[in-house]
């Protein structure tokens, strides 16, 4: 029988022996705590590597239930769940894979007046949703807030990715800088456009990894739009500059 350090040693034994991790680093990735809106295709992708990896508390909001459709993408969802609670199934599975970690749900649509009381106790958010009024919402509380927010979205084969830290600095954008025009009546979501499967749960792979490489304080580039175009395999960052003329963040 392992007491708890052996089994943190031993479970955690394939990070800790990187030198850039440590038990130092892994120390840091336990005391950590992500919220997660929009428990999706990339919800639900970044939410098994980051519970695999040993992030101490996720907190899932999200207020859909599961459909059919939702299968070819949503991993970890299955027929059986057809029916239930996103975040709750999500909840449930999580747990599965990593008894250690806590996890609370909020079967909740965000809006400007929730928003704050499920952001409030983490230091990162995933914006996993699908849609424009979801994000600018989530990219103007992050930015009130001083929460680094990772943000991913989805079309056909292509990934865009970025981690915004506009907060810290006169430098860093925000979401709202790079789509300055914007609107939250341009609702087109994945759903409407078509997404293959591997190509969601690529997303949530490199939102969980820009997470995990910031509470490591590996590289992050607060200023690099990470595009992705999954059928030739190419990566492209265009570098961008905070608009000093944005709403949200000067
Ligand atoms: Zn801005």
């Given at each position: 029988?392992?007491n708890p ?5 031993e479970?955690?034994s394939?990070?800790i022996i990187m030198e850039q991790v ?5 120390k840091k990735?336990?005391n950590s705590?992500?919220?997660?809106i929009?428990?999706?295709?990339l919800?639900?992708s ?18 859909d ?5 939702n ?10 769940d057809?029916?239930k ?7 449930k599975?999580?747990k599965?894979?990593?008894?250690s970690?806590?996890v609370?749900y909020?079967?909740k649509?965000?809006?400007e007046n929730?928003i704050?009381?499920y952001?409030e ?7 996993c ?5 979801s994000?600018l919402?989530?990219?103007?509380f ?8 990772v ?5 056909n084969?292509?990934i865009?990715?970025f981690?915004?830290?506009s ?6 954008p925000?979401?709202?800088?790079i789509?300055?025009?914007l609107t939250?009546t341009e609702n087109?979501s ?5 997404i293959?499967?591997?190509v969601a749960g690529?997303?949530g792979?490199?939102?969980a990894?820009?997470a995990l490489n ?16 999954s059928?030739r395999?190419?990566i ?11 709403k949200?963040c000067?």
């Amino acid at each position: 029988m392992r007491n708890p350090e052996e089994y943190f040693l031993e479970k955690y034994s394939r990070q800790i022996i990187m030198e850039q991790v440590g038990v130092e680093g892994q120390k840091k990735i336990n005391n950590s705590s992500i919220c997660i809106i929009g428990c999706g295709g990339l919800g639900t992708s970044a939410a098994q590597y980051l519970s695999m990896s040993g992030i101490g508390k996720l907190i899932f909001i999200d207020h859909d239930s599961i459909v059919l459709s939702n299968l070819n993408r949503q991993t970890l969802f299955t027929e059986k769940d057809i029916g239930k609670s996103k975040c709750e199934v999500l909840t449930k599975k999580i747990k599965n894979i990593n008894k250690s970690i806590t996890v609370n749900y909020y079967q909740k649509k965000i809006n400007e007046n929730n928003i704050d009381q499920y952001i409030e106790n983490c230091s990162i958010v995933l914006d996993c949703t699908d849609n424009f009024e979801s994000r600018l919402l989530i990219n103007k509380f992050c930015h009130n807030k001083k929460k680094i927010l990772v943000s991913a979205a989805l079309q056909n084969f292509d990934i865009q990715a970025f981690i915004f830290s506009s907060w810290s600095n006169n430098k860093n954008p925000c979401y709202k800088c790079i789509f300055p025009d914007l609107t939250t009546t341009e609702n087109q979501s994945c759903d409407e456009m078509g997404i293959i499967a591997s190509v969601a749960g690529l997303g949530g792979i490199i939102q969980a990894n820009l997470a995990l490489n910031y509470i490591l304080k590996l590289h992050n580039n607060f200023k690099e739009l990470i595009l992705l175009d999954s059928v030739r395999l190419d990566i492209k960052k265009i570098k961008i500059e905070k608009n000093k003329n944005c709403k949200v963040c000067c």
